[in-house]
């Protein structure tokens, strides 16, 4: 190996690693505000770039009814606990005003909208942003259907429906998109050379994206009241409900935060490689392994190891292609094995 196959090994690893570095970031966010290690992450990745990649193609996006779909159930679980509820009777009618505008009314008439064509011949940014439309909504309907009910349940018994909810998704991808893979677009088909280094411009558009970001979501959390109650419910769940913050609210708010990441990352990636409705399981799984390198709990430290993940890809794709997932999972076996010998045991709360 050369120093230029070096330097275009090295390229490819930092692309790939800012995008397992924001799936990262979103893995941790979830777990730490939420306690459920979230295995369907990968699936927001998947969806965005398919939805992208239909609305490209002049084909209607069937994310677009699962959206529907959803808001519908989720409506009529929201109607439910209001009359359950004898404390809530009193504001049902204002509460469920709500729910039917944002659960059903809004989802159906981005569906309507889509059915007759509008969005399809847009230029790119604004595919981007109904795609983005479509698929981060998603998030905060599956908390509020699969997890809010469990919220104070065990983290074993939220792993369990985490991979209950990803292999359902999984079977709707399959259902929604079939099995042949799609790309879109590039944003861009720019080169520039550096040192006699040629990089891509989407790979900057990754990269670029990435960082702004990172950037983005540490003055979220440094500078807004949300993102300060996000970092309150991490610390201690039980204090943050104490104090008058809404877990619950913090739940769902964590989960629209994931799903925007995964879509973003899911437009980004699309015009690099081929996506599959089960793509994303995958992808999610090196950000995955990069948040376990965080402990689930550091932000900083999980991007690291995000970005470390794409550059022991890019070079074993290169010395042992058809070993290269076996040797980026393996990292995670000294990880858990250091991480047990050297922290604190201590029984999960009931």
Not at 173 to 200: H, I, K, N, P, Y
Not at 289 to 306: E, H, K, N, R
């Amino acid at each position: 190996m050369d120093l230029s196959i070096a330097a275009i090994l090295a390229q490819d690893g930092i692309t790939s690693g800012a995008v397992y570095a924001l799936l990262a970031l979103a893995l941790v966010l979830v777990f730490s505000v939420t306690r459920v290690i979230f295995i369907p992450q990968g699936e927001y990745v998947a969806f965005g770039a398919l939805t992208m990649a239909a609305l490209q193609a002049h084909t209607f996006p069937h994310t677009a009814t699962l959206l529907a779909a959803l808001g519908i159930v989720t409506f009529a679980v929201e109607a439910l606990a209001c009359l359950r509820n004898p404390e809530r009777r009193l504001t049902a009618a204002r509460t469920l005003g709500v729910a039917l505008a944002k659960f059903v009314i809004a989802p159906l008439l981005l569906l309507a909208s889509l059915k007759t064509g509008i969005g399809m011949n847009l230029p790119m940014p604004m595919q981007i942003l109904i795609t983005l439309a479509i698929v981060v909504p998603l998030g905060p309907l599956i908390y509020r259907l699969a997890f809010q009910p469990l919220a104070e349940a065990s983290v074993l018994v939220l792993l369990i429906v985490s991979v209950g909810v990803h292999f359902a998704l999984i079977g709707l991808g399959l259902v929604m998109f079939g099995a042949e893979g799609s790309r879109t677009l590039a944003f861009t088909d720019a080169r520039f050379e550096f040192g006699g280094l040629s990089v891509a411009g989407q790979s900057l558009v990754i990269v670029g994206t990435a960082l702004s970001l990172i950037v983005a979501l540490y003055l979220y959390f440094e500078r807004t009241l949300s993102g300060k109650a996000l970092r309150a419910t991490a610390v201690n769940r039980l204090g943050a409900q104490l104090v008058g913050i809404g877990t619950t609210q913090a739940g769902r708010l964590a989960f629209t935060l994931a799903a925007a990441i995964g879509a973003t990352c899911g437009v980004l990636i699309a015009p690099l490689t081929t996506v599959y409705y089960d793509s994303g399981f995958l992808i999610g799984l090196k950000g995955f392994v990069g948040a376990i390198i965080g402990g689930l709990g550091s932000y900083p430290i999980a991007a690291a190891g995000a970005i470390t993940v794409g550059l022991l890809e890019a070079y074993a794709s290169f010395w042992a292609s058809a070993f290269k997932e076996v040797i980026v999972f393996t990292l995670i076996i000294p990880i858990l094995l250091w991480r047990s010998l050297t922290s604190d045991h201590v029984d999960e709360e009931e």
